[in-house]
């Protein structure tokens, strides 16, 4: 049977960085009530003239770079989007123009904080059943645009970025196995409860949360992800080398790390320099534990990821 191994990986984050201290003079807000409460310290902020598919290519480039390959290998393209450059066509139909490639399959995956775990998952699928060799999995968001500034309760959140991975079908995992699961009933307390409609935007294009509830959500369901993980592999929490979080808030991964009894330095942490970069935060964690020398072949690596919808997953690797 094929499986898929990650052979190349690829980050992009917008030159423009945002510091907390910036937004003391946005919102009433501090340096010390961010980092203590969510662990972010700043975020990237795309340029008025960058979008989605943009830094979507950037990450791509380093990622198919890092494969070895070029872009006329790629069999399939799934982007992992909330925050896509426009209606349609789809971001990932605009990155393969961007790529210069013609003919693959090209689509986006709306699973927001949990899009890129959803996005490697189908791309799985494919791969195993045999009709793809080489994959280009990518989470990318602008969040930025859907953000409004003068809401503190969010504002401090969120930032822009994209990282991107290779997939290639191989004799051996690689991916051990994926677990996605959805709850649509908790809509009210994440969403951006609008659309446009007869030329006009109805409802609000704002990011809308209530973060305690949130919280408490994301703890649980993530506890349960990792045990499930773990359970159909018939692992041990001693045997997870790394622990790749979606960066939301630093006392989330805490928690999930102390439920699998991780020390904090087996969790890859972008979430201080990057904040939460929705469906861009796990591959771009990813990138930078693989270029540094982190994770290195035979390592156990554990994805794990919530967010509107509510949507949850993990993916669990052999490295
Ligand atoms: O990506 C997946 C989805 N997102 C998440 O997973 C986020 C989950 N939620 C969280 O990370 C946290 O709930 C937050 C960081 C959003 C908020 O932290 P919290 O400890 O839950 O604070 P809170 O919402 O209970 O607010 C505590 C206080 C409130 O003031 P009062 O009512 O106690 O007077 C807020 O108005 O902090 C106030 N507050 C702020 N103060 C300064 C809220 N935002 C800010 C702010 N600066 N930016």
């Not at 917008?14 to 980092?35: C, F, G, Q």
């Not at 380093?62 to 393209?77: H, R, V």
């Not at 959803?118 to 060799?133: H, P």
Request: hydrophobic share 45%; charged share 20%; net charge neutral.
């Amino acid at each position: 049977m094929t499986h898929t191994r990650i052979v190349g990986t690829g980050g992009y984050l917008p030159a423009k960085v945002l510091t907390n201290r910036d937004l003391e003079s946005m919102v009433d807000t501090s340096d010390e009530w961010i980092y203590t409460r969510t662990g972010i310290r700043q975020r990237h902020v795309a340029a008025d003239d960058e979008c989605t598919s943009d830094l979507a290519f950037a990450a791509s480039s380093k990622a198919i770079a890092a494969a070895g390959i070029t872009p006329q290998d790629i069999d399939l393209i799934i982007v992992a989007t909330t925050t896509p450059d426009m209606i349609f066509p789809s971001t990932a139909c605009i990155l393969q123009a961007k790529l210069g490639i013609k003919h693959c399959p090209a689509f986006d995956v709306q699973a927001v904080c949990s899009g890129f775990i959803y996005a490697l998952t189908v791309a799985d699928k494919f791969m195993r059943c045999g009709q793809v060799r080489h994959a280009l999995v990518v989470g990318a968001e602008i969040y930025s645009r859907i953000i409004d500034w003068k809401d503190r309760g969010t504002c401090v959140l969120f930032g822009d970025g994209a990282g991107a991975v290779v997939l290639k079908a191989d004799d051996t995992p690689g991916i051990l196995s994926c677990h996605l699961h959805a709850d649509g009933s908790h809509q009210k307390i994440l969403s951006v409860p609008g659309t446009v409609c007869g030329g006009k935007v109805q409802g609000s294009p704002f990011v809308r949360m209530e973060g305690n509830a949130v919280f408490k959500f994301a703890v649980k369901v993530l506890d349960d992800i990792v045990e499930e993980a773990l359970a159909h592999n018939n692992m041990q929490k001693s045997q997870i080398d790394w622990l790749i979080p979606h960066q939301a808030n630093i006392r989330i991964l805490q928690s999930t790390a102390k439920k699998l009894g991780l020390n904090m330095d087996k969790v890859v942490v972008t979430v201080d320099r990057h904040g939460n970069t929705s469906a861009a935060s796990i591959p771009l964690a990813l990138d930078e534990a693989v270029r540094d020398g982190r994770i290195q072949s035979g390592h156990h690596v554990l994805l794990e990821g919530v967010g509107g919808g509510f949507t949850w997953g993990a993916v669990l690797i052999r490295w």
